[in-house]
């Protein structure tokens, strides 16, 4: 076993190496500690302490257990895709990155379950069980890069959550050390409606504030015996947001159904994968059916006849396989898309009900208007998950706090109209303070008690989830994890 010797005259980072086995298990220097001062939200940028790289459960139970008994702030990392800053080390953390360990542990087939750690790939899952008729559910965009206990943190969601479900849907068991280092396991079983608190609930989506996830239990799923894709082109958001509404209300629930608007159009027929939008269209939908093949094609006939309702001006059912994988690579580009029509973005994440998505849109427009910048609209609009992406430019002095306001502003909409300010990216940092738009300040109390049963030394992941603490106690714990 290979323990690490490092240089250094800070006795912490001497220490944490020799927690770790492995050549290159810990990162201490500046410049390669660069490429962890943020992740996927750009927009602020801070240098942890170190990085280190825990093999298994157990070094990362001793990394944790150093650093709280010399009170160092620390955090877990998968892949760094997540997009609310959630993994961001605001407070000089020593970072706890995941991802070497990247096993598939167990397939159990005849259960329909898998066991995988933490730093396995989300995409790697399917295509590891797809020869023998399986497939894990939950697609985020980022699905080939991203982690499965990233999803876990940010209860992540993807394309097909509408039929679906999110991840929380999926996870049977965890893993997890806690905060003073201890191991525990919740689940694992899959049997439903256990005695005590629904921990894996609770778990789940908590972004890393309560334990660091380190195996996890999952549901996999039998492959669909038919698939079917349909795209359509709609002249009038309006009318597609309203085909939308009225394709749920007929009784089909598709395993997805994407909306882009003109702006996102240009975006991704600008990027890596073009299938040919028009140019002058305002908005395409992307609908996905799968079940038993007897009743596919009457569902597909059903939402053809939905579109031409609605003043379609094309739909189209994919010819084949490999049309259908470039019309989902095309929508599952369209974040990174934005870098093509744009030198930054910041992409938003709110909930509404689907009857209000017209009436939102409108907003999202008059918001666009006022800020002066362009707004592309993506989202899951089956079940309300909008993605406004604000285009600005940083170099130009005040765009970036424009953009940050404008993405506010749409969260505030959202909730105003009965939604949420998020559906699957997180809080993190970036929508720690819209916590207000939904929740009183009892009910954030109510809360960051619960997080205080798992952290109450408030060293793992602080400064995330919550607004800005109110609380004389909690000023005070915040500045002595910052020391």
Request: hydrophobic share 40%; glycine share 10%.
């Given at each position: 076993m290979v323990r690490n010797k490092v240089k250094t005259n800070d006795i912490h980072i001497i220490n944490l190496a020799k927690l770790v086995s492995g050549p290159n298990a810990i990162l201490y220097k500046e410049e390669d500690l660069l490429a962890y001062d943020c992740d996927g939200f750009t927009i602020e940028r801070h240098l942890p302490r170190a990085v280190v790289f825990p093999k298994n459960t157990e070094e990362v139970s001793e990394i944790v257990k150093y650093c709280a008994a010399n009170n160092l702030p620390f955090l877990a990392r998968g892949a760094g895709t997540g997009l609310s800053g959630g993994a961001i080390p605001l407070n000089n953390e020593v970072i706890i990155s995941l991802v070497r360990m990247k096993r598939l542990l167990e397939v159990d087939l005849e259960n329909r379950r898998a066991v995988v750690e933490p730093g396995f790939v989300n995409l790697k899952l399917t295509n590891s069980i797809s020869d023998k008729g399986y497939y894990y559910a939950p697609d985020p965009s980022s699905q080939y890069a991203c982690t499965i206990g990233g999803n876990v943190a940010e209860n992540a969601g993807g394309a097909h959550c509408l039929k679906y479900g999110v991840t929380t849907n999926h996870i049977l068991g965890l893993e997890v050390v806690l905060p003073n280092g201890e191991i525990i396991e919740i689940g694992g079983n899959?049997?439903?409606?256990?005695?005590?608190?629904?921990?894996?609930?609770?778990?789940?989506?908590?972004?890393?504030?309560?334990?660091?996830?380190?195996?996890?239990?999952?549901?996999?799923?039998?492959?669909?015996?038919?698939?079917?894709?349909?795209?359509?082109?709609?002249?009038?958001?309006?009318?597609?947001?309203?085909?939308?509404?009225?394709?749920?209300?007929?009784?089909?629930?598709?395993?997805?159904?994407?909306?882009?608007?003109?702006?996102?159009?240009?975006?991704?027929?600008?990027?890596a994968f073009p299938v040919g939008h028009p140019k002058d269209i305002e908005a395409v939908l992307l609908i996905e059916v799968d079940g038993i093949a007897a009743g596919i094609d009457g569902q597909i006939e059903l939402i053809l006849d939905v579109c031409r309702k609605y003043n379609v001006r094309e739909v189209k059912a994919a010819r084949d396989e490999a049309e259908r994988g470039r019309w989902w690579a095309n929508r599952k580009t369209g974040f990174g898309a934005m870098g093509a029509i744009s030198p930054d973005y910041l992409v938003q994440d709110g909930v509404i009900p689907r009857s209000r998505l017209p009436e939102v849109l409108t907003r999202i427009k008059k918001i666009s208007e006022e800020s002066g910048l362009r707004i592309a609209n993506i989202f899951h609009a089956g079940d309300g998950n909008l993605h406004p992406l604000v285009l600005f430019d940083s170099r130009i002095p005040g765009e970036t706090e424009k953009a940050i306001q404008a993405g506010s502003a749409c969260l505030k909409v959202c909730a105003d109209v009965g939604g949420s300010i998020t559906g699957e990216h997180g809080v993190g940092i970036e929508k720690k303070e819209e916590m207000r738009f939904v929740f009183k300040d009892e009910e954030i109390k109510a809360q960051t008690d619960i997080r205080d049963v798992f952290n109450p030394d408030y060293l793992l992941n602080a400064g995330k989830l919550f607004p800005t603490p109110g609380r004389c106690a909690e000023v005070k714990r915040e500045m002595a994890s910052k020391r």
């Open positions: 899959g049997i439903p409606d256990t005695p005590g608190y629904d921990l894996l609930g609770l778990l789940t989506g908590s972004e890393g504030t309560l334990g660091i996830v380190t195996k996890i239990t999952v549901r996999i799923l039998k492959n669909p015996e038919a698939k079917q894709t349909v795209l359509a082109y709609f002249d009038k958001i309006e009318d597609g947001s309203q085909a939308v509404s009225d394709i749920i209300s007929s009784g089909i629930v598709p395993a997805a159904l994407e909306m882009m608007d003109k702006t996102a159009i240009e975006g991704v027929e600008a990027a």
